[in-house]
């Protein structure tokens, strides 16, 4: 073995903590003499983790070394993550999967629960996000910033709450920890398959230490862009009165436009509704990261660190749609041609005629990101037994979006379309004729514009202590009093009326386009339209549409360009343009919720034998008082009037004036507390096998969405829709036991179950009546339901290096196997009766990872694959699900030199298919393809 492996436990327990900051980060300080070893340099070995092995060993030990049920990852090399992305390596841990944007990773589940359900933080401290809700994205951090992540699976009480999933503290880099001077630095050009484009992506970290390596500066960069592209396809309203879906294939015999009394109607396994899209997207990414340590003394330390990241994305969905039956919405019962059935008598082939209807979309949605932490932390070892340290940070996360999302329709009719089911391909075989292009004449029909502006602070300060008692099993004692304020604001941006253009708009009814030039209006499907200016409309810009779908799919078509649109808006009427179909403040749908939260905590550390055998406990308990401010606009029933009109002969119940003048500003308050007790058991059966054992009570606290205050009333159904500031948090009682067996340093097998008893959700529904203005509605909203559920599983895991048990060039092989299951079962009955899981939830996961180290050669094959889970458990024709889905990956590299390597990486080998659908596999609801992505590179350290 290699001299510069052979590192004792002190040493890189030592350097572990340095380069994770974990014990920084939740106060767990070291014991002075621990310290006191990192004061001199010269007696102190510097942890340098390098390769797949190192990288493997590190995550290994920090598993095998927590009292609590931890998993880890950790970078091969300075700015070098195992994958291109934090959730995408996070995903070869068990129990944890992701979700994707654009094939990107970008949202984690850890045991079947999602992003609301796990908390993030970066060095230990809660990280500000962009989303609407508590969720995080990870592909908003350059993955090359990162020296390691810890998944903490059950919880000690020092962490933050909220997480019934999970902690996920993200770690980055410290310049003592490296020691002397580090430079290092990374280019990639990244080729994308389905857009043909090379995209540049690069990386820096510079590094150094003075004053007898008492002091330490690092600087990190990293910069990336993508050009992405997706071809898709969505099917929606397929027959099942089970579901109360009665979509039919009505037939109009006599071709008056209607169906008539005698004419039939069919059963269809055609969808109601089908769109395809190809979707166009650039990213890019910044990130930087500062750290400054100061270590003046042996017993004093001073740490820095802050982060910055930016993340732009820009693009637009050119899409295609058309309807199968007769809507409200569209000009009338379609034209059937050509009928087939199969064997149950249900429509599988369908042609429609005479000016069937398909409409153009142009949907854009960019994402303007930020996000920003700084923390100072200082550590102080008043005397041999006691620690104090102060930690300061600040996190701001903005998503800047004043209406800047677009969803523009137009519409356009065609000689025919044919949705054929027979071919045996997952997707129908469809056709337009003509074709969709940029001659053909387009109406203008909707035209909407929104966005939403959200920023989010989280303020923290935390005090922290450990004792460390002259005798008896109590080894240290963790204390504490941590004190968080997170703000988050959204501001609401929305067109007022995008019909307003459209065919019997607001103020363009049939008989006024009789004012304007018959070159711009015309008759198209019994519609009055404005017809679109040739300027406006865009040739289709991509090819080989859904390659590698088997199947007949629509050839490219037009798109438009929304600024010339909006000019053709306004030359017929530059008011109503600007005030109907520009996005404007929405008051109503805007919020600011504010959380404070005080805790105080207290955790025993034990060590000690039984039976002889070593073992470590830690029983800890975490109080935490919540508060609530929330403020929004929300209706005024006091005031509220309403008045019966005539419209058409039926009498309407309508607002006296405008809905809008009884909205008012309202503030509301809340507050609760909680008492968090937790246990950690470690027994080590042997130096190489130990048994662990977790209990926990813990919670997770409400969408932010629901505290706001917000009304509105539906007079249709006479419906009261509001939030609900009052909400309590979902509390669960949780346990964990493992059995882990570390039989080399870059070796493991380990088994694991786990258990959750979620004692109450949070859901939307009818919570009785409430009279405004002599009228009864029905009031829904969203309250603490009264039942639970359980979560329940099982983890396996095992790697083997080969290193010391195949000769020669053999040795280099190692592999990385695990498989996680994961169940749930509701207490509510209608729930249990339907049998879905949690949402996102799939019940079977799996890795299997490859790899090969010698000779200045690394290079790694990974599959990572999950089963079937639910996305919506009440689509339009029952629930939707996520077909199961896999994916390899793989990279390599060379080291040229000490110095020097180079680099290839490939992702999506097999260019997978993205699908889901409804109820049944052949009623196909979505399906995406996303392509491969090549990256080769070269990285330099010095």
């Known amino acids: 073995m290699n001299p510069k492996n052979k590192i004792t436990y002190l040493s890189l327990l030592i350097g572990t903590l340095l380069c994770a900051g974990q014990q920084q980060a939740w106060a767990q300080q070291d014991p002075p003499q621990a310290e006191e070893g990192q004061g001199d340099q010269d007696e102190t070995e510097v942890i340098e983790v390098r390769g797949i092995r190192g990288s493997i060993r590190e995550s290994l ?21 195992p994958d291109q992305n934090i959730a995408e390596a996070l995903q070869r841990m068990t129990g944890v999967t992701i979700t994707r944007n654009g094939g990107e990773g970008q949202n984690i589940m850890v045991r079947g629960l999602g992003g609301d359900y796990n908390v993030t933080t970066l060095n230990g401290r809660r ?61 990639k050009s990244i080729y994308e398959e389905r857009t043909g484009r090379y995209s540049p992506q ?27 592209r997706i071809d898709s396809y969505q099917g929606e309203g397929f027959y099942d009165p089970a579901e109360g879906i009665d979509v039919q294939v009505p037939v109009d015999s006599n071709g008056n436009g209607e169906l008539d009394q005698g004419e039939p109607s069919y059963e269809s396994m055609i969808p109601g509704y089908v769109r395809y899209s190809n979707w166009q997207d650039t990213r890019k990414r910044i990130g930087a990261s500062l750290a400054m340590q100061w270590r003046p003394r042996d017993d004093l330390e001073f740490n820095f660190d802050s982060l910055y990241s930016s993340y732009d994305t820009n693009g637009s969905q050119y899409q295609i749609s058309f309807v199968t039956y007769d809507e409200p919405w569209t000009p009338g019962v379609p034209s059937v041609g050509d009928l087939k059935f199969d064997e149950n008598g ?79 391909n997952l997707l129908p075989d469809v056709t337009l004729d003509p074709a969709l292009n940029a001659d053909q004449p387009f109406g203008a029909h909707y035209s909407y514009n929104y966005g939403t502006d959200i920023a989010d602070k989280v303020d923290e300060v935390r005090l922290a202590g450990r004792f460390l008692p002259d005798m008896g099993p109590v080894a240290s004692l963790d204390f504490g009093v941590h004190y968080a304020k997170q703000t988050k604001t959204r501001t609401q941006f929305k067109s007022k009326n995008p019909s307003m253009f459209s065919n019997g708009g607001a103020y363009f009814t049939n008989s006024a386009y009789d004012s304007f030039d018959a070159s711009s209006v015309q008759q198209m499907g019994g519609m009055t339209l404005f017809r679109l200016p040739a300027d406006v409309l865009v040739p289709a810009n991509f090819d080989h549409f859904l390659e590698g779908e088997a199947g007949k799919h629509p050839a490219p078509w037009a798109s438009f360009d929304y600024d010339k649109l909006y000019a053709f808006y306004q030359s017929i009427n530059a008011q109503a343009a600007e005030d109907q179909i520009k996005a404007s403040l929405q008051p109503k749908d805007s ?4 959380e404070q939260t005080l805790a105080l905590y207290l955790q025993a550390n034990l060590e000690g034998e039984l039976l002889a055998l070593p073992y470590g406990l830690n029983l800890g308990l975490r109080g935490v008082r919540t508060e609530v401010n929330s403020s929004g606009y929300t209706l005024d029933l006091a005031a509220l009037r309403f008045e019966e009109v005539d419209k058409d002969g039926t009498t309407v119940v309508r607002p006296v004036g405008d809905i809008s003048d009884y909205y008012g500003q309202f503030s509301l308050k809340d507050h609760y507390t909680d008492w968090l007790p937790s246990l950690n058991f470690k027994l080590n059966l042997t130096d190489q096998l130990l048994y662990r054992f977790s209990a926990a009570k813990v919670l997770t606290r409400p969408n932010l969405d629901y505290l706001t205050p917000y009304s509105s009333v539906d007079l249709n159904q006479f419906k009261y829709n509001t939030s609900n500031p009052g909400l309590a948090p979902l509390r669960a009682n949780q346990a964990d036991t493992t059995l882990e067996w570390y039989f080399s340093d870059y ?29 009864s509605f029905e009031v829904n909203g969203p309250d603490n339901d009264q039942y639970g559920a359980t979560v329940k599983g099982a983890e396996l895991a095992y790697q083997q290096s080969f290193e010391e048990l195949l000769p020669g060039w053999l040795g280099g092989f190692g592999v990385q196997l695990n498989y996680t299951y994961t169940d749930s079962s509701y207490e509510d009955p209608d729930k249990k009766a339907a049998g879905l899981p949690f949402e996102g939830m799939s019940k079977n996961a799996y890795n299997a990872v490859v790899y090969y180290e010698k000779y200045g050669l690394q290079a790694r094959l990974a599959y990572n694959w999950r089963s079937k889970y639910l996305l919506y458990p009440d689509a ?4 939707q699900w996520m077909a199961d889905y896999g994916q390899y990956d793989f990279s390599a590299g060379y080291d040229l030199t000490d110095n020097l390597s180079v680099h290839l990486e490939a992702s999506n080998l097999t260019n997978e298919r993205h699908w889901g659908y409804i109820k049944r596999p052949e009623q196909v609801a979505e399906l995406s393809r996303y392509g491969r992505q090549f990256a080769l590179g070269i990285s330099a350290a010095f």
């Open 127 to 187: 990280m500000a996000s962009e989303d609407s809700s508590r969720n995080f994205n990870y592909d908003l951090i350059a993955a090359e910033l990162v020296a390691g992540v810890e998944v903490a699976k059950s919880p000690l009480a020092v962490y933050p709450e909220g997480g019934i999933g999970s902690v996920v503290d993200i770690q980055t880099r410290r310049p003592l920890a490296l020691g002397g001077f580090t430079l290092s630095g990374s280019v």
């Open 876 to 879: 339009w024709g029952g629930p």
């Open 591 to 594: 919020y600011a919720v504010g």
């Open 61 to 81: 030990f920090i598993k095998q070394s927590a009292t609590n049920v931890v998993d880890a990852i950790v970078a091969e090399d300075i700015g070098k993550f």
């Open 202 to 228: 690069g990386s820096f970290l510079i590094s150094d230490t003075f004053a007898d390596n008492s002091f330490g500066i690092l600087l990190t960069g990293a910069y990336s862009e993508r050009t992405m």
């Open 346 to 424: 249900r429509v599988n082939y369908l042609q429609l005629n005479n000016g069937a209807m398909a409409e153009l979309l142009n949907v854009s949605t960019p994402r303007n990101t930020t996000t920003y932490q700084a923390g100072l932390n200082t550590k102080w070892f008043a005397t041999d037994q006691l620690s104090l340290e102060l930690d300061l940070s600040q996190s701001e996360a903005k998503s800047k979006n004043s209406g800047d999302n677009r969803y523009v329709v137009a519409r356009g009719f065609v000689d025919s379309i044919t949705i054929d089911q027979t071919s045996g």
């Open 747 to 775: 070796g493991a097998a380990t088994v694991a179950l786990f258990y959750k008893d979620i004692q109450s959700f949070i859901s939307y529904g009818p919570r009785g009546h409430i009279d405004i203005d002599g009228y």
